[in-house]
């Protein structure tokens, strides 16, 4: 990929371009925790987007050409006109976080590519948004922290893509270290670098191939129900700006507190946040089959208390768990669809697959894919 965006550069645009890489990303463990403030635990994965780019000195025309759709596009930095869902509104909302923060960007041309599976949730998007604020900044000598670099691509996608993203996806996609895991707290935006080591084993995605329409409102439902809860708890809890500053010895108090409806949702929350710190001691000490158990426990708590999952991605677990080869395996993201992340055993990977693919296809008349990562590098240029 990286040499077929060099080759496109050159062809499309006749100059040899400046290049970066910035990666997709899987989350091991610490699902629905970020928006309230909580702890999270990604990885930079080997599949990312890679972008070539050079200054073309025509004023402020930027001219694009994107490989994956083999599709060209040009826009004026005076006159941006996002188009939702369109791959170009997330170079054009970078463009326009670093023009409001004070950068010079002036007229480039940009070519890009990448292999990270489509609606996977490996965050194509952040990659792209992350990619482009690097690309930029190398091309025109910004220099522009990393961290803002995170912020600009998080408030593009919010402000151009129509996506209220929190900030674990363009950090794991800057951040991210090759083998090893970021415990990233999402209220202070700063991360410890964890290494995981799974000797003999692999990281496997199974992607469902279904997403059901309740996501989004789903999404907002259980974000309402957060706020709510902190907003009943707010007189027992005073110093309790958002649930991620409970804990496990407070749930007997909170489940007399809150109605029935909420408590669960709460619960998950506060002990999902648990999990991640656990799940990051256990890697520490070289406990993966304590690891695997809690990718288990998560999804259980999705499942039943966030109530995120569906009836694929509770099947796909249940299979994985009934199979000897496999030390834990949960939902991956937002839920109602998509992925789920397991931790197999090299040598039966194929058979798991085999396996999952049978079964699944019985059951639900759908044909699941099935995605291999390894923990990479965070966004660079190459």
Not at 143 to 160: D, G, I, R, S, T
Request: hydrophobic share 40%; charged share 20%; proline share 4%.
């Amino acid at each position: 990929m990286r040499d077929q965006v060099i080759s496109s550069f050159i062809k499309n645009f006749k100059d040899t371009p400046l290049l970066v890489f910035a990666p997709g990303r899987i989350n091991l463990i610490g699902e629905h925790t970020d928006y309230q403030e909580g702890f999270v635990f990604p990885s930079a994965i080997t599949q990312g987007i890679w972008m070539g780019i050079k200054k073309n000195n025509l004023d402020s025309l930027c001219r694009l050409y994107s490989l994956d759709f083999d599709q060209e596009l040009s826009f004026d930095l005076q006159h941006l006109s996002p188009k939702k869902g369109h791959w170009a509104t997330y170079i054009m909302g970078i463009c326009a976080q670093l023009k409001q923060s004070g950068y010079p960007v002036e007229g480039f041309d940009l070519a890009l590519g990448g292999n990270i599976p489509i609606g996977a949730g490996l965050s194509s998007s952040a990659a792209i948004s992350v990619a482009t604020a690097l690309a930029i900044s190398e091309a025109f000598h910004f220099q522009v922290p990393k961290k803002n670099l995170v912020l600009y691509a998080q408030k593009a996608e919010q402000l151009f893509a129509g996506v209220n993203c929190g900030i674990m996806d363009p950090y794991a996609s800057a951040f991210g270290k090759a083998h090893h895991a970021l415990l990233l707290d999402c209220r202070s935006q700063t991360h410890q670098e964890i290494p995981v080591e799974f000797p003999g084993y692999a990281l496997l995605l199974t992607h469902s191939k279904v997403s059901h329409s309740l996501a989004d409102s789903a999404y907002n439902a259980r974000r309402a129900a957060c706020e709510e809860s902190i907003f009943l708890l707010k007189d027992l809890f005073p110093n309790a700006h958002t649930l991620r500053d409970l804990s496990h010895k407070d749930l007997e108090v909170i489940q007399g507190v809150l109605p029935k409806t909420l408590y669960p949702k709460a619960k998950h929350v506060i002990s999902e946040c648990a999990r991640v710190h656990e799940a990051a001691e256990a890697l520490r000490t070289g406990n993966v089959k304590g690891f695997g158990d809690m990718l288990y426990a998560s999804h259980q708590s999705l499942s039943n208390d966030f109530e995120v999952s569906c009836p694929e991605l509770d099947y796909l677990v249940e299979q994985a768990r009934t199979y000897g080869s496999v030390l834990g395996s949960r939902m991956m993201g937002g839920g109602f669809g998509g992925c789920t992340l397991s931790i197999v055993r090299q040598e039966a990977l194929e058979d798991l697959c085999t396996h999952l693919e049978k079964m699944y296809t019985k059951k639900f008349q759908l044909v699941p894919d099935f995605i291999q990562v390894e923990m990479g590098s965070g966004a660079s240029q190459v």
